[in-house]
């Protein structure tokens, strides 16, 4: 497995179907470290604690192997790493190898703080 983008974002108010929203789905890529803490990564946070976030759900990982199969189905749309929402765009670690509560340690990783 290779972690190819760490993507962060915070909550933001957009309109849906006519009603203001707070979503934390916008996430860009970022160059430096970024920190794991035990509820999310630094300069991250969900905008709904109660169904994303937390110590069981702090990071989301997305394989960029489906970015393929995304852009074919929606051309014209830019999809960078992070528009699924995932804190990690990943390769070689497909979402049928991992669930919720899937817990990983990366190669020189210190572990949440």
């Not at 192997?65 to 990943?90: D, I, Q, S």
């Amino acid at each position: 497995m290779r972690i190819i983008s760490v993507n962060v974002g915070l909550p933001r108010q957009v309109t849906w179907q006519g009603r203001a929203i707070t979503t934390g789905i916008f996430k860009e890529p970022v160059a430096d470290r970024v920190a794991v803490r035990a509820l999310n990564l630094d300069g991250d946070r969900q905008a709904d604690p109660t169904v994303h976030g937390g110590r069981e759900k702090a990071v989301y990982a997305y394989p960029a192997e489906h970015y393929a199969y995304w852009r074919a189905a929606l051309p014209g749309v830019a999809l960078e790493h992070g528009a699924f929402g995932e804190n990690l765009t990943t390769e070689g670690l497909l979402a049928r190898w991992h669930a919720v509560s899937t817990y990983c340690r990366y190669p020189g990783g210190r572990g949440p703080t």
